[in-house]
């Protein structure tokens, strides 16, 4: 079992900076390849970035590609989304996720954090 709780999110000013932080319980951290998803009522979920177990891949949404930043810190047992050049499009409920190693479906989910950036 893995518990996940996001922090960091908050309302901002278009063209700002927010980093969020998930912490995982836990301590097989390092099985888990993490992800960071948003939703908002008219989208749903969307896919925005995932970073595999050792921190050695990432891959991005087009639409947050160059923008925002994936990482993690296994000995922490944390991942991290940095968002920079933000815009009303971002505007979303933030949720880290985890799925084991060479798997595609994520098991377990955080709560969520709100992030809304203001025009």
């Known amino acids: 079992q893995v518990q996940l709780v996001e922090s960091g999110g908050g309302l901002v000013q278009a063209g700002g900076s927010l980093r969020l932080s998930c912490a995982a319980s836990?301590?097989?951290?390092?099985?888990?390849?993490m992800g960071w998803f948003r939703h908002t009522p008219g989208k749903g979920r969307e896919f925005v970035a995932v970073?595999?177990?050792?921190?050695?891949?990432?891959t991005y949404a087009g639409s947050v590609k160059g923008r925002f930043t994936i990482s993690r810190d296994n000995a922490e047992n944390t991942v991290y989304l940095q968002m920079n050049s933000l815009n009303s499009e971002d505007t979303a409920v933030y949720y880290c996720?985890?799925?084991?190693?060479?798997?595609?479906?994520?098991?377990?989910w955080g709560q969520g954090t709100q992030v809304t950036v203001s025009s």
């Open positions: 996720a985890a799925r084991v190693r060479g798997k595609m479906n994520y098991d377990y």
């Open positions: 836990g301590r097989t951290f390092s099985s888990y390849d």
């Open positions: 970073i595999n177990w050792s921190g050695g891949s990432t």
